[in-house]
């Protein structure tokens, strides 16, 4: 069964959260600060390493090799989850041609853009 791309997201912020909390800029295994983070958040493993993809990403998060076996470091605290005041001025994203859109619609098949 598929996790709503809104649990993925408020899964991330919480792990975003945690790290930035701790002070914690780098880590050398990823499964190990995972582990770590599900006790401390009480969120199960498995959702936390799909909030773990979301975060990688939405570039929150940089492998420290490109095999993925010496873990991780952190780009940026900024949670995902960003609630903008409205703005009916501010021009906004065509969603047919938007980049970052055409990447989130390439990296989750399942998630449905309105526009």
């Known amino acids: ?8 997201r ?24 995972l582990r770590k983070i599900s006790i401390a958040i009480g969120e199960p493993v498995h959702e936390l390493w799909k909030g773990y993809e979301l975060l990688r990403t939405m570039a929150r998060l ?15 605290y900024n949670p995902l989850s960003i ?6 001025n501010v ?3 065509d969603v047919h041609h938007c980049p ?3 990447i989130l619609k ?9 526009g």
């Open 106 to 114: 390439r990296q989750f098949p399942s998630i449905t853009i309105n």
């Open 91 to 93: 021009p906004t994203c």
């Open 62 to 76: 940089e492998l420290n090799s490109s095999n993925g076996k010496r873990g991780f470091h952190v780009l940026d």
């Open 100 to 102: 970052i859109l055409k």
């Open 10 to 33: 408020q899964v991330a912020d919480k792990m975003l959260a945690y790290l930035k909390e701790h002070n914690i800029t780098t880590c050398h295994n990823s499964y190990e600060m």
């Open 83 to 88: 609630a903008l005041p409205d703005r009916p």
């Open 1 to 8: 069964m598929r996790t709503p791309l809104s649990q993925k």
